[in-house]
């Protein structure tokens, strides 16, 4: 028999789509892993025993900036502070860059 596949009528296009169309896919994208980052990080800490001024110690840096590196709504991190934070509790930092998927078509405009 046939295996008989049914479409949502109601389904629309994905939240993706919908964050693009309003053009905030990307700070929604940026505060989702940075939010990510920052629970890691913290959840790192507490395994490993460690407070946060013994992790600012271990990053050769202040309090105050380890607050920001753990504030999962401060998106203003550096990559160098990111690394140093992640090598303080054994850690290391991966980022890659992925092709988009659904890429957006740009068509240019006839004139005439």
Avoid: Y
């Amino acid at each position: 028999m046939a295996k008989v596949v049914r479409v949502n009528p109601h389904a629309g296009s994905s939240f993706d789509d919908f964050l693009k169309e309003d053009g905030i896919f990307e700070e929604v994208q940026a505060r989702a892993l940075k939010r990510a980052l920052a629970e890691q990080l913290d959840e790192a800490m507490q395994s490993g025993k460690l407070n946060k001024v013994s992790m600012a110690q271990r990053m050769a840096t202040s309090r105050s900036q380890l607050d920001r590196v753990l504030d999962p709504s401060n998106l203003s991190i550096q990559l160098d502070t990111l690394i140093k934070a992640a090598s303080a509790v054994g850690r290391t930092v991966e980022i890659r860059l992925k092709r988009d998927t659904k890429r957006t078509r740009v068509t240019a405009a006839s004139n005439g």
